[in-house]
């Protein structure tokens, strides 16, 4: 009468007398018409249903029983026991409706889904954090010695690593994080250096030209021979 089982078999053929039906009407859920119906058929499908639902019973109990274990052994759930507990709650969805009616404890799995709930956020988070250290590694494992030419591609990996939720961060390997920041310190004290240099070689370029065309103007100015002024002053003659 609630949808998740058939009647209880122990009550089926009273129930059946009271309603004016057959067994076979009951399991049909609509009044049958045979013709030369036999009334042994009936004794027949009953032994059936009892067949079932004892079937149904057991299922639900053995369901429950690995549940309830699983249950009392792992009251939290978190990624090193999501395998455990998702094969427990898979058993449980591998009922059918008719079994899972007959399931001792209903407040079991409540309490269960909860904690596999929480299990499932925690393996998601975990496996998250991995995926982005495999990431950083890739980049990480082919440098020895970070440069400025390194500065973009250490860039992009700590985006991965960036890119994580504040729990899926604790899941991220420290030793791993601690060589990242500390290559990318790296390449930009090395871009820092490097663009120290090439301003003082600007600086150095620029004063030798400045220098060098200076030099030219107070050559010109001289005649280029011995340092006689130009203009012929010195040979007229009186």
Known sequence: ENGRAMPDSAI????????KIT???LLSGEVVVMENYNENSEKIILEMVKE????DKLAAIAVHKHIEDVYEKNPIGSYRNFAVLSEAYRLFNRLTQDQKGNFPDVQLISKFQKIYATAEE????????????KSVRATTDRIVSADEDDRSRLSNAKRFYDGLSTAQKGYFDKDLLAR?????RDAENDHQDQERRRRQRRQQSSYNSTRSSSSYRSSSSFGGRGGRPSGGGASRRF
Request: net charge negative.
């Open 12 to 19: 089926m053929l009273d129930l059946c007398k009271e309603l």
């Open 122 to 133: 925690d393996h998601d988070n975990y496996t998250t954090a991995k995926e982005a250290e």
């Open 52 to 55: 079932k639902e004892k079937n």
């Open 23 to 25: 067994v076979n009407d």
């Open 180 to 184: 990242l920041n500390k290559l990318i």
